[in-house]
């Protein structure tokens, strides 16, 4: 059964798409049936170029990034998700819409939050740089992430391990 992740962000431009494709990309790789999916609050409409760049310059395939609402994810014919991650501030501090999980229980909720790299000084060069640091970070996490037992994890053991992720 595949488990699916949503990852949250203000406006789904920049952090949570990192998050999605370092998390699409890792699973992949080691043959995982894991799928992330990313939305936001308030999404932009647009995916930050710096974000995209970011990916493709790793190999990262971004073809299928669009940035959208979280109320997607909470309509009828959404995936079943497991976990849901903020990844900024803001959206941790906003109350998210009812996701269901696939047993029809609430999904295990955390938060790994990131400085947001579009803030980052030095013009273009120091936010491709912010950009990188943040999606190299973002990935590592993924990959632990990954190395969970996730089928066998009970709800408990699941948000213990996944706050232990953030503290590392």
Not at 50 to 78: M, N, P, V
Not at 100 to 119: A, C, E, I, L, M
Not at 123 to 147: C, H, N, P, S, V
Request: glycine share 8%; charged share 15%; hydrophobic share 40%.
């Amino acid at each position: 059964m595949t488990v699916h992740v949503l990852i949250l962000c203000t406006h789904n431009s920049a952090r949570s798409v990192l998050s999605e494709c370092m998390l699409n990309h890792w699973a992949a790789k080691l043959g995982l049936d894991v799928r992330a999916h990313s939305a936001g609050s308030a999404p932009s409409g647009r995916i930050n170029p710096f974000a995209l760049e970011a990916l493709q310059a790793a190999g990262i395939d971004t073809s299928y990034t669009r940035s959208k609402s979280w109320d997607e994810f909470s309509a009828a014919g959404a995936p079943p998700l497991s976990i849901v991650i903020t990844v900024c501030d803001s959206a941790a501090a906003e109350q998210c819409p009812v996701f269901f999980g696939g047993t029809g229980r609430q999904p295990v909720k955390v938060h790994w939050g990131y400085p947001d790299p579009s803030n980052a000084e030095g013009g273009d060069a120091g936010k491709r740089r912010a950009f990188e640091l943040t999606r190299q970070a973002i990935g590592y996490r993924m990959l632990q992430l990954l190395q969970l037992p996730l089928a066998s994890m009970s709800r408990a053991e699941l948000q213990d391990a996944l706050v232990a992720i953030n503290a590392t």
